[in-house]
T-cell receptor, first 113, second 110 residues
Framework: DAGITQSPRYKITETGRQVTLMCHQT?????MFWYRQDLGHGLRLIYY???????DKGEVPDGYVVSRSKTENFPLTLESATRSQTSVYFC????????????FGQGTRLTVV | QKEVEQDPGPLSVPEGAIVSLNCTYS??????FMWYRQYSRKGPELLMY????GNKEDGRFTAQVDKSSKYISLFIRDSQPSDSATYLC??????????FGAGTILRVKS
């Protein structure tokens, strides 16, 4: 199915553990984004990527690592999870040749205990 | 200072009311202005998109951009209970990151 998918949908992990959230899109959109959503803060940009092997920091990058070896995949890794990283994480992609509409995944609800 | 400011609400209105949602921004390089709607436990979906200053209308929705004041608005006419959602403004520079406001929670009471 065409679209953008995130996995897992739900994740509980312990403080200090490494966890990776996956994002896969089937359109070959060049731009991809990772956001976290917390009450009162809206969507805050963690990292974004303009193309394979090109990534840049957003507003809240500390504690996160990204990579983009292939255009369709943009995994987000929490190197050592903390309770403050409990959030809902959304991945999105944009085809800059289109109307700049961002397409979002279903979200990953991460709880760090 | 955040690049995009938006009052998180919540905003509660009776059915049939006109709703006005607003955002201000500080980055004069923003060229694309969008409104997204997000229902509970779902990802945001694009509602309106504008490129230049002025008004754009789509059914009951009107998006307004004033670049000189760095101010954008979304108006919803004849609001319905199904419009109850979180509305997020978003802005983008050409070829750059997409930045969102905090989102306004809207509740339309029947």
């Amino acid at each position: 199915d065409a679209g953008i998918t995130q996995s897992p949908r739900y994740k509980i992990t312990e403080t200090g553990r490494q966890v990776t959230l996956m994002c896969h899109q089937t359109w070959s959109h060049s731009y991809m984004f990772w956001y976290r959503q917390d009450l009162g803060h809206g969507l805050r940009l963690i990292y974004y990527s303009a193309a394979a092997d090109i990534t840049d920091k957003g507003e809240v990058p500390d504690g996160y690592v990204v990579s983009r070896s292939k255009t369709e995949n943009f995994p987000l890794t929490l190197e050592s999870a903390t309770r403050s990283q409990t959030s809902v994480y959304f991945c999105a992609s944009i085809d800059p040749g289109g109307n700049t509409e961002a397409f979002f995944g279903q979200g990953t609800r991460l709880t760090v205990v | 200072q955040k690049e995009v400011e938006q009052d998180p609400g919540p905003l509660s209105v009776p059915e049939g009311a006109i709703v006005s949602l607003n955002c201000t921004y500080s980055n004069s390089a923003f060229q694309y202005f969008m409104w997204y709607r997000q229902y509970s436990r779902k990802g945001p979906e694009l509602l309106m998109y504008t490129y230049s200053s002025g008004n754009k209308e789509d059914g009951r929705f009107t998006a307004q951009v004033d670049k000189s004041s760095k101010y954008i608005s979304l108006f919803i006419r004849d609001s319905q209970p199904s419009d109850s959602a979180t509305y997020l403004c978003a802005m983008r520079e050409y070829g750059n990151k997409l930045v969102f406001g905090a989102g306004t929670i809207l509740r339309v009471k029947s």
